[in-house]
């Protein structure tokens, strides 16, 4: 059985996204039908897993998300030098760019969602602290910034160090333990704030 539908999955992946818009709520309705539009997503059970998981915490947040690929971002300040961003946030609309080439949409995803919710706390100045100095002592928060500049340069206003707080929650949080308990031990009501609304986001998500 799992053979066979190792298979079907595979076949899946050559198969343009469909989804029933019956089985939404009509919060939800609308991130299916961007994802039905996009026309670049296909319908495996885990392309199905992520977009149910985008709509759900869409329709909870009030957060718009858009559905993109290395393709659509060509010519866009979000690509240089065939260097894709995975993810960006437009304040503008208050929508959420998803790039489903990358590796890290699900990284890029929470992380926006989380430093967006921190946004105007007083959890917020003291996370961005926390993980710049820890990726500077890593020497990655120069060439972090400087990329996210790069692709900002010509927006009026950008928040670039807000980008880069948000694309190193994402990254931090999912690949290295090290900064789970540096944060832990050093700003823990930070970590509890981060931990809380990952299980809440967990709930949204499973029901």
Same mark, same amino acid.
């Given at each position: 059985?799992?053979?066979? /539908?190792?298979?079907?999955? $595979? ?5 343009? %996204?469909?989804?029933? $818009? =019956? ?14 539009? =996009? ?9 199905? /897993? #992520? ?13 718009? #998300?858009? #559905? $993109? +690929? +290395? ?6 300040? #979000? ?6 961003? +995975?993810?960006? %946030?437009? =304040? ?6 998803? @790039? ?39 020497? /990655? ?39 789970? @308990?540096? $944060?832990?031990?050093? +700003? ?6 981060? %931990? ?12």
């Amino acid at each position: 059985t799992r053979l066979a /539908e190792s298979y079907n999955e $595979l076949a899946r992946r050559h198969t343009a %996204y469909q989804a029933d $818009l =019956s089985r939404y709520d009509e919060k939800q309705q609308k991130v299916i039908q961007k994802a039905i539009d =996009s026309g670049i997503l296909n319908n495996t059970n885990r392309t199905h /897993e #992520f977009v149910d998981m985008i709509a759900k915490i869409s329709a909870d947040k009030g957060v718009s #998300f858009d #559905f $993109l +690929n +290395n393709e659509k971002l060509k010519g866009t300040r #979000f690509a240089k030098d065939d260097a894709f961003v +995975n993810g960006y %946030y437009d =304040s503008s609309t208050k929508t959420i760019g998803v @790039n489903i080439d990358s590796a890290k949409a699900m990284n890029t995803t929470v992380g926006h969602e989380i430093t967006h919710v921190l946004e105007g706390t007083e959890f917020y100045d003291s996370m961005k602290q926390t993980i710049f100095d820890y990726a500077k002592a890593k020497g /990655e928060y120069q060439s972090r910034y400087d990329s996210i500049a790069e692709m900002y340069k010509d927006v009026k206003d950008a928040d670039i160090e807000g980008e880069l707080t948000a694309d190193l929650v994402g990254d931090y949080l999912f690949s290295d333990s090290d900064f789970i @308990n540096t $944060l832990s031990t050093q +700003n823990r009501n930070v970590f509890q704030k981060i %931990y809380d609304e990952i299980k809440y986001l967990c709930k949204v998500v499973t029901a």
